[in-house]
């Protein structure tokens, strides 16, 4: 679903009876704003959707852009945090630069529909809402780490590696040097795989 914003103004009607308790990222709303308002480009702006439940929770989800020559797309994948309990869910969207906010933008509010499981759903945390987009974070990442893995040259790998091993082979297959007289080298037992070297006696 696609939604146009008109000035600092999104029209949620057709969102206002979409969301049901308990979902999980079931729905995505595209939101397409105007890259100018009053002379500011937004394309350098980070944006996050923000709501307020009827429980007095606060959630917070940020957008990536895609920046047009006259537009801004949002796409929404709605969390399950904005669906954690029924009710009017207040909605606003902000254009931040850094530290400063920029913009922020008018959204009517939507509802909330009870879901089968009642009143007694657990209300979302600062902390779960914090590790929830840690872990979105983290599955992302992986997906890329995949993708790089599969440009890796493996074989490249394991010529050096069986490089490495003949290199110790050789390097252990070498025979001991021992320096000895020619009267200890009668006296003493003589280990295989070993080079005696006849020097002469110390002066004494």
């Known amino acids: 679903m696609t939604i146009h914003s008109t000035g600092k103004n999104i029209p949620t009607y057709a969102i206002s009876n979409l969301l049901i308790q308990g979902e999980r990222a079931a729905d995505t709303v595209t939101f397409v704003l105007d890259r100018f308002y009053e002379g500011t480009d937004l394309s350098s702006c980070t944006f996050c959707i923000r709501g307020l439940n009827e429980e007095g929770y606060e959630i917070e989800q940020t957008l990536l852009p895609v920046t047009g020559d006259d537009s801004i797309s949002l796409e929404w994948l709605i969390g399950s945090d904005f669906a954690v309990c029924s009710g009017i869910l207040k909605l606003e969207l902000r254009a931040n630069r850094g530290e400063e906010l920029v913009l922020k933008y008018n959204m009517q509010p939507v509802f909330v529909k009870p879901g089968i499981s009642g009143i007694n759903a657990p209300l979302p945390e600062t902390a779960e809402q914090a590790i929830n987009q840690i872990n979105a974070a983290v599955a992302e990442?992986?997906?890329?780490?995949?993708?790089?893995?599969e440009d890796f040259d493996l074989e490249t790998v394991?010529?050096?590696?069986d490089q490495m091993d003949r290199g110790i082979a050789e390097m252990l297959a070498r025979p001991e040097v021992i320096p000895v007289t020619a009267e200890d080298y009668g006296m003493i037992a003589h280990k295989q795989n070993s080079l005696y070297?006849?020097?002469k006696e110390a002066q004494s």
């Open 158 to 161: 394991k010529y050096r590696l």
């Open 197 to 199: 070297v006849i020097i």
């Open 141 to 149: 990442g992986l997906e890329e780490l995949n993708a790089a893995m």
